[in-house]
């Protein structure tokens, strides 16, 4: 069982690369030390929900976003597959605006998750 912690932080390190963003610039627009943020991506502290949403922010994402993300990773590690979800499921920004937000399904009989539109992210 994967501890919350990790998963959270494996998330917030997957979106701040996929935005070609470093710890220090995410650090300086959250407001958060450069070291707290290493320690949070390493899944070492649990930060609190303002420090996350203060993170997320700093992503271009909102805290529920976060959530959302996690919900599929551990979805895929309850599902039994290996391959992680990876930045195709994370949020997208346009400018200050999100991206529309999917249906998000988890396929219990096969492990596969996916959007509405068909587009399976993960297959077991």
């Known amino acids: 069982m994967a501890l919350l912690r990790r998963v959270i932080g494996l998330v917030l390190r997957r979106a701040r690369t996929a935005q070609g963003k470093t710890l220090r610039d995410v650090a300086e627009l959250s407001r958060v030390s450069l070291q707290y943020l290493s320690e949070v991506e390493r899944g ?5 929900s303002e420090v996350l949403a203060a993170i997320c922010t700093a992503l271009g994402w909102e805290l529920v976003d976060l959530l959302d993300a996690v919900r599929l990773e551990l979805a895929a590690e309850q599902a039994g597959t290996r391959t992680p979800v990876g930045v195709a ?36």
């Open 89 to 124: 499921a994370l949020p997208t920004t346009t400018g200050n605006a999100m991206a529309p937000r999917s249906s998000l399904a988890v396929a219990p009989s096969t492990g596969s998750v996916g959007v509405a539109a068909g587009q399976v992210l993960l297959a077991a």
């Open 44 to 48: 070492r502290k649990e930060a609190s």
